[in-house]
């Protein structure tokens, strides 16, 4: 299909001679026709847009924002490329840019247009991105980019490039300042994919979105295998494999009124404060449930997402990332009204161990949540990290080193809760006094020790089993011995460790109180260019 030129303006210039004089009216009604037209767009590439299962820019972004609040900048840009199929020069160059609101608070977006040269990427287009970012950084506002588009603009040559490098330099001076979140709802492909990998929060839609470095078609060209667009870079591949994706859905309504939720819990800036949703007497609000969703015995499974329920307002709380690394689980939600990140141990998949994606995707939560001031609730029940040459070789020591690296540099108000046990360096890790949590709670079941009783018996008294008359009747006194010594709260709370140890009933009014003593928490950062975590 061939784009349709929009019709240039006529001139508003002298009327030919003998024609009587063109009025004030005759220039505004010809230039209402040409703003109508270029808004209505090529009916016939809308069909096909529509077929495909997609909606246009504009009914995305009518969807997206509060209605009647689009102020729309660079309706008139075209593109000044020539040659190839650059024979015409529809108005908006493909991506629909501007600002409004959700629930009120202002945003920046840009919706690539894929009726317009397949949404491709060329020089205007990309300028008219980097506008709205710039106005965003400028004001303090998130930036949602929905992106449908056949990546650089082949005709444009490098200048496709060169404005893809100005996205991409403009994403990382506004991360930590403003949120940015990145829709995925048709293709996304080639170097098009880092702006999605760069922004905070990633949605991807099924069916219709997919985002790779190179297609299908390079990748039979280069190793001869053969994968369709979806197997090798659909929304579920995204959701649950790669971690590209933070948030999945099966259609672009559902996701893009996830989008708004997710604004409506986050700061536009990192100045800012979350908007609050006004206290609500969560401080004495005791949840006797609690005991009953997590078992004593250490090793027996439950859903730490119904733990998350009885502590968050309402037990509502949004999943980042759900479907990846679900040994862990990244929430945002509310307590008393004012967000929270919540970060938790899943000992219903893989016993709650940590591994390399479960390390890299809380990290990269605790992370954003430092950025933008949110406060860190982390509930511990925790195994260890994950043995085995595949974690090794893979870099655990590596990977879960960033997770240790994003607590320790966290400034914002931090409350630990250790609900069962916490073994070893995943204590350390999980957000532990000695990393710098602000208040430690546990459980009276918990556990916490450098490692279990059978391991800690065989490590220290290898050789008196060896030689013992009896060797499970020692083993047996051992191991007693070793849990009545250390493996209960009091021995850390003795010793500052924790600092209360608590019902499990009183979790939630805990946790409220804890953070309402952190509110004022301030915390200068440190005078250097910026940190080297292990990435
Ligand atoms: C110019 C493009 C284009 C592109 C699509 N079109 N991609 N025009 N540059 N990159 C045009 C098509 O020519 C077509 O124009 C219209 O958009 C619709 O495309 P179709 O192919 O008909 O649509 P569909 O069958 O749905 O396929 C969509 C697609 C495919 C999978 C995205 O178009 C495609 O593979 N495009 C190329 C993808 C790509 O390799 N991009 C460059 C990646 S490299 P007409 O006139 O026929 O309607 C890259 C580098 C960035 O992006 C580096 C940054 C660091």
């Not at 040559?157 to 060169?162: A, N």
């Not at 649950?240 to 700061?267: I, Q, T, W, Y």
């Not at 449930?289 to 998350?308: G, S, T």
């Not at 010793?495 to 009933?505: E, H, Q, T, Y």
Request: overall charge negative.
């Amino acid at each position: 299909a061939t784009p349709t030129a929009t019709p240039t303006a006529p001139p508003a210039g002298s009327p030919p001679p003998g024609a009587p004089p063109r009025t004030m009216q005759d220039v505004r009604r010809d230039h209402e026709r040409l703003r109508e037209r270029i808004v209505a767009g090529d009916a016939a590439a809308i069909s096909r847009q529509h077929a495909l299962g997609k909606r246009t820019a504009r009914e995305r972004l009518d969807l997206l924002l509060d209605e009647g609040s689009f102020v729309e900048i660079d309706l008139y840009r075209r593109h000044l490329g020539t040659g190839l199929k650059l024979r015409t020069r529809p108005h908006t160059d493909g991506v629909i840019a501007g600002s409004g609101t959700v629930d009120g608070r202002r945003v920046f977006v840009y919706a690539q247009d894929f009726t317009v040269f397949g949404g491709s990427l060329g020089e205007a287009h990309a300028a008219k991105i980097h506008k709205v970012m710039d106005l965003a950084l400028a004001t303090g506002s998130p930036i949602i980019g929905l992106n449908d588009s056949g990546g650089a603009r082949i005709q444009e040559g490098v200048m496709s490039l060169h404005g893809y490098g100005g996205i991409f330099r403009r994403i990382v001076a506004a991360s930590g300042i403003v949120p940015q979140i990145s829709v995925v709802l048709g293709p996304c492909a080639g170097g098009a994919a880092y702006s999605p990998a760069l922004a905070d929060f990633t949605f991807m839609v099924r069916d219709t979105a997919q985002m790779y470095l190179t297609g299908p078609d390079v990748v039979h060209a280069v190793s001869g295998e053969r994968v369709g667009h979806d197997e090798l870079g659909g929304a579920d591949v995204h959701g649950g494999r790669s971690g590209v994706a933070a948030f999945v859905h099966d259609d672009e309504v559902a996701c893009l009124e996830e989008v708004r939720h997710l604004l409506s819990l986050l700061p536009s800036n990192n100045v800012d404060a979350a908007p609050s949703a006004g206290p609500c007497d969560a401080t004495t609000d005791l949840r006797p449930r609690l005991a009953e969703v997590v078992p004593v015995e250490p090793n027996r499974p439950y859903d730490m997402r119904q733990v998350v329920e009885e502590v968050v307002d309402d037990g509502e709380f949004l999943e980042v990332h759900r479907d990846w690394a679900r040994n862990v689980i990244c929430a945002l939600g509310r307590v008393d009204g004012e967000t929270v990140g919540v970060v938790g141990n899943q000992p219903s998949v893989q016993a709650g161990v940590l591994d390399i994606p479960a390390a890299e995707k809380a990290a990269r939560f605790v992370r954003f949540c430092d950025a933008f001031g949110i406060p860190l609730v982390t509930l511990v029940d925790v195994p260890g990290f994950l043995p085995g040459t595949d974690q090794e070789y893979g870099g655990i020591i590596r990977h879960g080193a960033k997770l240790l690296y994003a607590y320790c540099e966290a400034t914002v108000p931090r409350v630990q809760v250790v609900v069962r046990k916490a073994y070893g360096g995943a204590y350390i890790v999980m957000d532990s006094r000695s990393i710098g949590t602000d208040l430690s709670l546990a459980w009276p079941t918990n556990e916490v020790a450098v490692m279990g009783a059978d391991g800690a018996v065989n490590v220290l008294f290898r050789r008196e089993l060896a030689t013992a008359a009896d060797p499970a009747e020692l083993r047996a006194e051992l191991i007693a011995e070793y849990a009545e010594a250390l493996m209960h709260p009091q021995y850390a709370a003795e010793r500052g460790l924790f600092d209360d140890v608590i019902d499990p009933a009183e979790t939630r009014a805990a946790v409220a109180k804890g953070l309402a003593m952190l509110r004022d928490k301030r915390a200068e950062p440190p005078r250097r260019k910026h940190g080297n975590i292990p990435l």
